[in-house]
């Protein structure tokens, strides 16, 4: 596509329900990120693929959340037994290559998904 | 654990008047980028900085990363409205594919 495609653009679940958020990156991007955004702050670094290798799950704040990819697609994040901590937009970006390898490649931004939890 | 503070938090001016963001660190960064950020939006990159000392211009923005790559600043000369945003650092950690953000820095410049 175009840009990268985050869905939905809203939630708003109830707290204890399970969510999934899903991330198309740019085609031919081998890189996808997961980053959470919480209101006025600055992107907390969830999880990151890139191609095959293991993704770095370091980011993930507790085993409530899990995040997939298969291959250089979509991404689906996982948030189980939501909790209103977890109120926050979660932002997914890909990058053609990977920001270690390529000095800084950039990283195009999909536009958040805002999840409430009441 | 890496964290990259940005000041000021917030920062409200006139048009036409000067301004510089920091951003600082204890860790060193293998490159350092700047985002900005508009409400409803995904950040979206101005530039990327490697090389320690490297200072790189963008029309009236000027961006430099510190010597020993733990910090950088961003200078905004004659703001205009059209700046007004959130300012994001990104640092890439070192052995890592991993790109540390920072607290932000909302700026707001008045007409």
């Known amino acids: 596509g175009a840009g990268v495609s985050q869905s939905p653009s809203n939630k708003v679940t109830e707290k204890g329900k399970d969510v999934e958020l899903r991330c198309d990156p740019i085609?031919?991007?081998?890189?996808l990120y997961w980053y959470r955004q919480r209101l006025g702050q600055g992107l907390e670094f969830l999880i990151y693929?890139?191609?095959?290798?293991?993704?770095?799950k370091s980011g993930l704040p507790s085993d409530r959340f899990s995040a997939e990819r298969t291959g250089e697609s979509v991404s689906t994040l996982t948030i189980q037994r939501t909790q209103q901590e977890d109120s926050a937009v979660y932002l997914c970006?890909?990058?053609?290559?990977?920001?270690?390898?390529?000095?800084?490649?950039?990283?195009?931004f999909g536009q958040g998904t805002r999840l409430t939890v009441v | 654990t890496q964290l990259l503070e940005q000041s000021p938090q917030f920062l409200s001016i006139q048009e036409g008047e000067n301004l510089t963001v920091y951003c600082n660190s204890s860790?060193?960064?293998?490159?350092l980028q700047w985002y900005r950020q508009e409400p409803g939006e995904g950040p979206v990159l101005l530039v990327t900085?490697?090389?320690?000392?490297e200072v790189k211009k963008l029309k009236r923005l000027t961006f430099q990363f510190g010597d020993a790559r733990k910090d950088s600043s961003l200078h905004i000369t004659a703001a205009q409205p059209g700046d007004t945003g959130l300012y994001l650092c990104?640092?890439?950690?070192?052995?890592?594919?991993?790109?540390?953000f920072g607290t932000g820095t909302r700026l707001k410049v008045l007409a």
């Open positions: 970006a890909s990058s053609a290559l990977s920001w270690r390898d390529a000095g800084g490649e950039e990283a195009f």
């Open positions: 085609s031919g991007h081998t890189a």
């Open positions: 693929f890139q191609g095959n290798s293991a993704p770095d």
């Open positions: 860790s060193v960064f293998s490159s």
């Open positions: 900085v490697v090389t320690g000392g």
């Open positions: 990104a640092g890439a950690v070192p052995g890592t594919y991993k790109y540390i």
